[in-house]
């Protein structure tokens, strides 16, 4: 099933990748593209449903208007033209999670058109042309159980979980993206999460990779450097993850490349994309032979925006990520580099409304994009889903400020927040994390501690400073690490009559 | 009793039930009574709904007794529902083996609509399997017959509620046009029938053939109560994109003001295409005279040519099946329905073309065929784009046509009812069935069929075809042309 890899800088060195993005977005809209059921995500299977999205004979669909509004705002934020006209079609194919054995989706009319997105990769712009944004309906979800592939050859039965189907679905495709060269792949990476930036900050979708409500496919084919022609592509499907969308694309170059050098084609084909093992095979070459027999929806009427509403959309797309990420450069001072950094790891809006609530952007950033991050990751979690928010951190950083907390105390103190759900300042009382600073307190310990090791004592006080750390690693043990290491050190050698 | 109730039109029944002068169970036990005496030889019903109707029907006498208004002008008439449409809890095969044991779990709106209205649904009726044919010979459960003359079609699509009407089993019953399935079997068993303005009737829960044609409409032994059904179903939906946002027109006021017999100042059309070759010399003269009885009342009839109308049929057998072949592919034995071959070793595809092929007619797979191959890439500009522009044509057609006439006539079918069995192995002898109704489907305009006499003891009908909208003049056309014979022609129909 492997395929031969050439090693990818060889790929570059001879080779021009041309990349295509296809991305689907499931709708956040409160009921489905076409009926009234519910559009929530992890309901008991087969609970959604009602006659039109079960595609009952006698059913009708009807337009959901939210929908329409969303994918106005989409296109609009992606700098596309909204067509003053356009209509639905049939995409007609059988599978078992499709109810009525056709899609509603548009063909040669969508509603929005010719369009971009600019991202930025290694501090440069790459200008992503969209080609459309299109509406559609999802389809159902089928299990394939027994069997090896958990496809469906060499499925025992399946199972059809219709909820999903007809949930609002948006499609975006890019233009072709020539010319990104070795950086095909993360210019892919880059441009999903973007998107996936965009679509969070107009609202119109929860774009969760993992929940499938945002999902991709990559096109990639490649031609000799300075070929005028370019090659054959393939479309790799399933590629449910930021990072799959760079190794899918990394993939198929080094596929590709492969195939070329060994003097073969390169198969225009539908390929699958494996998460687990970052390959990618050969889909069924029936399925590219499908002929989809598209024609115009005739159960729907024409859909004709009226230019007014379209201006009163267009009114209200907020704020860009990419507007938005050179005002908060400048807000809170950090680098094209560092914002990027936030970008990836979804701190931006945390850091930002740490900042706001008092904490230096310097000291929001490195808690959000440090301590924090780690602690999403290992709970497994978004950093906004963390149990301690940026009023929080914004008041754990005003304590170490006020020299109430060390680096170390602050910790504890997160950690106690993460643990309990309490605020700040009901952690540091409840564990007793104040800093012991009180001069008096610790020169009871200080003193403690040179008795119990009189010979480190007479090392210092001849002169070797730096033996000092032995006694103040025993003060801070004796305070149960509350103690400031800086004053424990001034008080030792204080006492021993030695200055640095 | 019970036989004078079933001979009443279904204006007369509803003023009885409302004068308490009988009860609603009195006038559904009747229709009930007749349906077991003689749908052995008539076979207009796949499904009576006894307790149905008559739960229905103690439903409109409980609320006439508790002192309630009547719940429309036809609250406890009985109808025969074409099977095509959705029915909760009721079968509804659409006269084909693929659906039979579905029980839908919900109500078409125009079931819904009759329901409210106080309406008795006596049953299903039979049809060509998925409206498709014009004879009712394409049902999976065996043709109706003409109550006129049992050796011959009702017919279709909806011949079985055409057969149900004329056999006075139901004073009304509806129907479904596509291309022409109200008004060809209303046309051939002596009755009145309609095809609203495309959007007039909602389609939701009518189970779709070809979507932008199928319409819903009444079939009736009189103009007046064809009419008066029609604004009971009605009307717009939003469950239904295609459906107008418009007040229905008055229908039953136009049916009554036609029936004075003053048409001074309309201008009638004579379609010069619809006519001539395939069309009976006898059903000419019929509509001949109609037009003469229409100028007798004070219209001014001339010739219009149409000439894209001769296009109407190949245009017609393109769009219909490419739509078909796309709404009939849920049919996959997945759901519900037929499953044939689901041994547990055969694979989903090999399950869904087995269920598809024993689930099917001969019929229901031609156009199936025809409108996948019409459809696909490389074909489709030729044939399905094509069509797309001759119904433009045809369109503009009636639009120029419009600006001479108000109306437009024709007669309803080129010959009176065939005989069983007669065009069954020849598809394009039954197709020219609907010559003369398929430019109205096509334009979406709507159209009638009213008896205009017999040839040779059966009936002919004439269809006066008006703009979009205008189904008033339709019916007011129909009830001036009814009410110069004295008596509806359905009297004449011999006894079975």
């Known amino acids: 099933m492997t395929a031969t890899l050439t090693q990818y800088e060889e790929v570059t060195a001879r080779y021009e990748p041309v990349i295509g ?436 004592a007479e090392k210092i006080r001849r002169g070797k400073v730096a033996a000092a750390g032995a006694l103040v690693g025993a003060v801070m043990r004796a305070t149960r690490g509350q103690a400031d290491a800086t004053v424990v050190r001034r008080l030792i050698l204080d006492r021993l009559g030695v200055t640095e | 009793m019970a036989d004078e109730l079933t001979r009443r039109t279904a204006a007369e029944l509803a003023a009885l039930v409302a004068a308490g002068e009988v009860s609603a169970v009195q006038v559904a036990r009747a229709h009930l009574d007749r349906i077991a005496a003689v749908d052995d030889r008539v076979h207009a019903f796949l499904h009576v709904d006894r307790d149905g109707a008559l739960a229905a029907a103690a439903a409109v006498d409980a609320r006439r007794a508790a002192g309630e208004p009547p719940a429309s002008p036809l609250a406890g008439v009985p109808l025969a529902l074409k099977d095509v449409i959705v029915t909760q809890a009721v079968p509804t095969t659409c006269g084909s083996k693929i659906l039979q044991g579905w029980l839908p779990p919900y109500d078409a709106t125009v079931t819904a609509r009759l329901k409210a209205a106080g309406v008795m649904i006596l049953g299903k009726t039979n049809m060509d399997e998925f409206a498709m044919g014009s004879s009712t010979e394409n049902s999976a459960y065996g043709p109706s017959h003409n109550p006129w003359d049992l050796s011959r079609v009702p017919g279709g699509s909806s011949g079985g509620s055409s057969a149900a009407v004329a056999a006075f089993q139901a004073p009304l019953g509806i129907g479904t046009d596509t291309g022409g399935s109200i008004r060809q079997p209303a046309a051939v068993c002596g009755l009145v029938g309609h095809k609203p303005t495309y959007g007039g009737v909602s389609r939701y829960g009518l189970v779709a053939f070809s979507s932008s044609l199928d319409q819903a409409g009444p079939l009736g032994r009189t103009v007046l109560d064809a009419a008066l059904l029609h604004q009971v179903i009605g009307g717009h939906d939003p469950a239904d994109s295609t459906s107008i946002d418009a007040p229905v027109p008055a229908l039953a006021e136009a049916a009554r003001a036609g029936a004075r017999g003053d048409l001074a100042g309309l201008r009638v059309g004579v379609v010069r295409e619809l006519g001539g070759e395939g069309y009976q010399p006898g059903v000419e003269a019929a509509a001949r005279e109609a037009v003469a009885t229409l100028e007798k009342l004070g219209a001014a009839a001339h010739e219009v040519s149409c000439p894209s109308f001769r296009y109407a049929l190949p245009a017609y057998y393109l769009i219909a099946p490419s739509e078909c072949s796309s709404n009939l592919a849920r049919f996959d034995a997945v759901r519900y329905g037929l499953r044939v071959g689901d041994d547990g070793v055969r694979v989903l595809e090999e399950v869904m073309a087995l269920t598809r092929d024993a689930g099917f007619g001969p019929e229901v797979k031609r156009r199936i065929i025809l409108g996948t191959y019409a459809l696909s890439a490389g074909y489709y500009e030729a044939y399905y784009g094509q069509a797309q522009k001759v119904r433009t044509l045809i369109s503009r057609d009636f639009a120029a046509a419009w600006r001479s006439a108000d109306v437009l006539v024709s007669p309803a079918t080129p010959t009176v009812a065939f005989g069983l069995g007669e065009r069954v192995d020849d598809p394009m002898a039954m197709y020219a069935a609907d010559l003369c109704t398929l430019p109205a489907s096509l334009a979406g305009v709507p159209a009638i069929s009213v008896p205009c006499g017999l040839s040779d003891g059966l009936p002919v009908g004439l269809q006066v075809m008006a703009p979009a909208l205008a189904d008033d003049r339709c019916y007011r056309v129909a009830a001036a042309l009814e009410a110069t014979a004295g008596h509806p022609l359905i009297d004449e129909v011999p006894p079975l």
Not at chain 1, 42 to 51: D, H, K, L, R
Not at chain 1, 259 to 274: W, Y
Not at chain 1, 408 to 417: E, I, N, S, T
Not at chain 1, 425 to 446: E, I, K, P, Q
Request: glycine share 8%.
């Open chain 1, 21 to 456: 993005l296809e991305t689907h977005v499931e709708l956040g809209t409160a009921s489905k593209m076409f009926c009234g059921c519910p559009a929530t995500f992890g309901a008991e299977p087969n609970t959604q449903v009602c006659p039109v999205c079960l595609g009952l004979p006698g059913s009708l669909p009807v337009i959901n208007a939210t929908a329409v509004e969303y994918t106005v705002l989409i296109g609009l934020a992606l700098n596309c033209r909204i067509a003053d006209w356009c209509r639905f079609a049939r995409k007609n194919y059988f599978y078992p999670d499709m109810p009525k054995n056709f899609q509603i989706s548009q063909y040669d009319e969508p509603l929005c058109v010719d369009g971009w997105l600019d991202v930025e990769v290694d501090g440069s712009t790459v200008h992503i042309g969209i080609e459309r944004v299109h509406l559609e309906e999802d389809t159902g979800k089928t299990t394939h159980i027994g069997g090896a592939t958990g496809r469906i050859h060499g499925a025992t039965y399946s199972l059809v979980d219709y909820n999903r189907a007809g949930i609002p679905l948006v499609e975006i495709v890019t233009k072709p993206v020539p010319g990104t060269g070795p950086l095909a792949p993360v210019v892919a990476r880059a441009y999903v999460t973007e998107l996936r930036d965009l679509l969070r900050s107009l609202g119109v979708s929860d774009v969760r990779m993992e929940q499938g409500s945002l999902r991709c496919d990559v096109n990639v084919s490649l031609s000799p450097l300075g070929a005028t022609e370019w090659g054959t592509r393939t479309e790799t499907k399933n590629v449910n993850s930021l990072r799959s969308v760079e190794r899918a694309v990394r993939y198929e170059m080094q596929r590709q490349a492969a195939v070329l050098d060994g003097g073969d084609r390169v198969v225009q084909e539908t390929r699958h994309f494996h998460e687990d093992t970052g390959v990618t095979t050969s889909g069924r070459s029936k399925e590219e032979a499908t002929d989809y027999r598209y024609f115009p929806e005739p159960d729907l009427v024409p859909l004709a925006p009226d230019p007014d509403w379209v201006e009163s959309v267009r009114a209200r797309v907020p704020e860009l990520p990419s507007t938005r990420r050179r005002r908060l450069a400048e807000e809170l001072g950090a680098s094209e580099f560092e914002l990027q950094s936030m970008a990836n790891a979804g701190v931006v809006d945390l850091v930002a409304a740490t900042a706001a609530a008092g904490a230096p952007p310097a000291e929001a950033r490195n808690w959000w994009l440090g301590y924090l991050t780690q602690k999403a990751n290992e709970a497994g979690v978004e950093p906004a889903e963390l149990a301690i928010g940026p009023e929080q951190v914004a008041r754990v950083v005003a304590l170490v400020a006020a020299g109430e907390l060390s680096t170390g105390l602050a910790r504890q103190a997160v950690d106690g927040v993460l643990h309990t759900g309490d605020d700040v300042d009901a952690v540091v009382a409840a564990a007793g994390l104040r800093r012991v600073s009180d001069v008096d307190a610790l020169a009871a310990a200080v003193d403690r501690a040179i008795d119990a090791q009189p010979e480190v």
